[in-house]
């Protein structure tokens, strides 16, 4: 690790608490229940005969522990958007949901296609100072898709910016894109695609299929995402650089990255797959209520049911929410004016475990990969994702099994409430989030 990143990861402006004693809980919902200890923010001691008479206590029996979430796609709207969403209150929203480190998309208001800001929101998430919030720089001059961005200049800012990405757009001309992958691998970072070729989706409001054509909606088609993952992994795969697919949407698009990562054994391509692309079809359309808009579109449920298998095979890497705050101005409107995106954070969690857990898809060992392991090793954060070990990060979220709860947009703690899980009762519940041993977010309040 670089001087420049040991400052980054471990030079928080809070001091991590002194001592907790996490009592009973079972890591990775695995063996018999025990006991964590945390001191200096790492995992000091494991062991269900673990004591500390100075610790704070915090009784876990029943919880399973699982280490924090990475999510390597949220929308935290500042600057530009504060009325929807700032960087405490998606801190506060990710802290909640179990995320001890985020990745904040670059289409903000400025861009963050520069220095300056990338490293205010990098400053910003730090006095914050509840989950590590990394920017992701845009690729391209204010997300254009002309001019490349200065890459360079963002990765060695004291953001260290690590991932790219144009999100909300795609970076379409395939010799931008091929550009981007150079300097990509030169600088050892990754570019994030949002997959969509332009040309195929001008005026695009829903997936491209019967229920579009019954409501009379011009249709995204599903082959303007898989053309567009086909030739970045195709450009990747040539350079020998690496690439994140966001928000994969379809069956077809699994196909491709099956098809890409086997010939590549595996290297260089990884991607991601929303919790709303895990549950949610096109039937939602019916009601036309823009909350359902998205980006990519809802789509069908062979498709639904292909995006949870290849996220069990591995063929999607991981679970990225793409949390995407609206005002009620942009979203309580006729569905062709509405903005698309919906809100992630606070419900990632019980839509996977409803989605990938209580089907049998995926065990708590899977959770962890899909929403922790993976994301960090994607991202390169040394100091997330890690195992639940005696000298690791103390970075853990402390989930309950057995809950229920019913969503309420109102009671989230991001500003817009552009929720379209209102009123459905979820299963699993976060706990309790701890970054670099201290408590976050308890019983579903902060710990500022
Ligand atoms: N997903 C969305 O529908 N919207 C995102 C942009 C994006 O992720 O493409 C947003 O910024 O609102
Ligand atoms: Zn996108
Ligand atoms: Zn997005």
Known sequence: MTSQQSERTAGHSRAAAATTLITGVRCYGEGEP???LLRDGVIAEIGAQVRDADAE???ADG??????FVDLHTHLREPGREDTETIATGSAAAALGGYTAVFAMAN?????????VVEHVWRRGREVGLVDVHPVGAVTVGLAGQKLAELGTMAASAAGVRMFSDDGHCVADPLVMRRALEYSKALDVVIAQHAEEPRLTVGAQAHEGERAARLGLAGWPAAAEEA????????????????HVCHVSTA???DVLAWAKQRAGGAGISAEVTPHHLLLTDERLASYDPVNKVNPPLRASTDVARLRTALAEGVIDCVATDHAPHAPQDKDCEWAAARPGMLGLQTALSVVVHTMVRSGLLDWRGVARVMSERPAEIAGLPDQGRPIAVGEPANLVLVDPEATWTVRGAEL???????PYEGMDLPARVVCTVLRGRVTAHEGRIRP
């Open 228 to 243: 567009i993952v086909a030739r970045d992994c195709l450009l990747a795969q040539h350079l020998s650089a690496r690439l």
């Open 413 to 419: 703690a991001s500003i817009a409430e552009n929720t």
């Open 34 to 36: 025990v006991n964590l």
């Open 63 to 68: 919880l399973i522990a699982l280490p924090g």
């Open 57 to 59: 206590v915090l009784a």
């Open 252 to 254: 077809g698009t699994a």
């Open 108 to 116: 903000t208001d400025p861009v963050a296609d520069n220095a300056v």
